[in-house]
């Protein structure tokens, strides 16, 4: 069983900050990419950012230079760093991760339960 597990959402003041952290826990034999996505009321959810096993990120350009993605491949464990928030910010934030298990043939996606970011004027 793989789980992956979100901390660190909540309420911030606009331009403050925040950081994430997701967690990916049990039978797993190799991370590819680990990625955020977000989803605001009423809207599509979306990528905000991607980092590969190697460390390649990318970013959409709604973040760009806001947020940072990072990961401890030791600890299994992505960050997300997000400075100078706004309150278009504001949404549930989850945690993606590429991943193989030993109990899968091929690695698929598994997914956060999601944390939520508030932003307020």
């Known amino acids: 069983q793989v789980q992956l597990v979100e901390s660190g959402g909540g309420l911030v003041q606009a331009g403050g900050s925040l950081r994430l952290s997701c967690a990916a826990s049990?039978?797993?034999?190799?991370?590819?990419?680990m990625a955020w996505y977000r989803q605001a009321p009423g809207k599509q959810r979306e990528l905000v950012t991607a980092?590969?096993?190697?460390?390649?990120?990318n970013y959409a350009d709604s973040v760009k230079g806001r947020f940072t993605i990072s990961r401890d491949n030791a600890k299994n464990t992505v960050y997300l760093q997000m400075n100078s928030l706004s309150p278009e910010d504001t949404a549930v934030y989850y945690c993606?991760?590429?991943?193989?298990?030993?109990?899968?043939?091929?690695?698929?996606?598994?997914w956060g339960q999601g944390t939520q970011v508030t932003v307020s004027s």
């Open positions: 980092i590969t096993s190697a460390g390649s990120t």
């Open positions: 993606n991760a590429n991943l193989k298990s030993d109990y899968l043939q091929r690695a698929r996606d598994f």
């Open positions: 049990g039978s797993i034999v190799r991370i590819n990419t």
